[in-house]
């Protein structure tokens, strides 16, 4: 089982410019997750799933969108990257309790 | 006033001192975990717990819920457990986490 992957891993934006980044997972886990990390800030809540086609709002959703179209994947996207978005990216899957975070991804904001 | 807080917020030790690294929580917890984050890496869960101790080769987490405390013990620390530690707490619904900060362990040879 590869468990939970992203891509990419690095990306670096203009201002303006649009991406998605992909979360799969092969565990068959309901709920999934987007964080992002910033340095003395700890891991916040983007956006989560509680089920395919599922999503909801976590602590910091303005600027970014989300889609589980399929049960394995979560698509975190940004329509108009702005600076205050370059952070470390991760996903995160869970059945229950015990959370399974994918490599993250670098995003660079210029 | 975060959640979950964790103390001290970066540590330095010597190999083969005891650590202990803490967390406390505001609110009520369904469980608890501590991950493990290696510079540039990725986040890694060592312990889930709602109560008592857990114990994994140097790594033992304990739990106070009266107190809303835990800790995370490193026996014989190596320069390998360099790393950040982090504490998250289930608080509700949705299997959601509210994490700590993290602490900056740095283990010298």
């Known amino acids: 089982n590869a468990g939970v992957t992203q891509t990419p891993k690095f990306r670096v934006l203009k201002t303006g410019q649009s991406m998605t980044l992909l979360c799969a997972q092969d565990?068959?886990?309901?709920?999934m997750y987007w964080y992002r990390q910033d340095p003395g800030m700890g891991l916040r809540l983007i956006h989560y799933?509680?089920?395919?086609?599922?999503?909801a709002k976590g602590e910091v959703p303005d600027g970014y969108n989300v889609s589980r179209l399929k049960k394995q994947n979560f698509l975190l996207g940004l329509e108009s990257a702005a600076p205050s978005q370059t952070s470390v990216y991760f996903c995160?899957?869970?059945?229950?309790?015990?959370?399974?975070f994918g490599p993250g991804t670098r995003l660079t904001v210029t | 006033k975060n959640e979950v807080e964790q103390s001290p917020q970066n540590l330095t030790a010597q190999e083969g001192e005891f650590i202990t690294i803490n967390c406390s929580y505001s609110?009520?917890?369904?469980?608890l975990h501590w991950l493990q984050q290696h510079p540039g890496g990725g986040i890694v869960s060592l312990f889930m717990?709602?109560?008592g101790k857990k114990k994994h080769g140097r790594l033992i987490a304990t739990i106070n819920i009266q107190e809303k405390h835990s800790s995370l013990h490193i026996t014989a620390s190596h320069p390998r457990d360099s790393a950040v530690y982090i504490c998250?707490?289930?608080?509700?619904?949705?299997?959601?986490?509210?994490f700590g900060k993290g602490i900056t362990l740095s283990v010298r040879p």
């Open positions: 995160a899957s869970s059945s229950a309790y015990e959370q399974y």
């Open positions: 565990m068959n886990h309901e709920y």
């Open positions: 799933s509680v089920g395919e086609g599922t999503t």
């Open positions: 609110v009520g917890i369904s469980a």
């Open positions: 717990l709602s109560s």
């Open positions: 998250a707490a289930h608080t509700g619904a949705n299997s959601k986490l509210t």
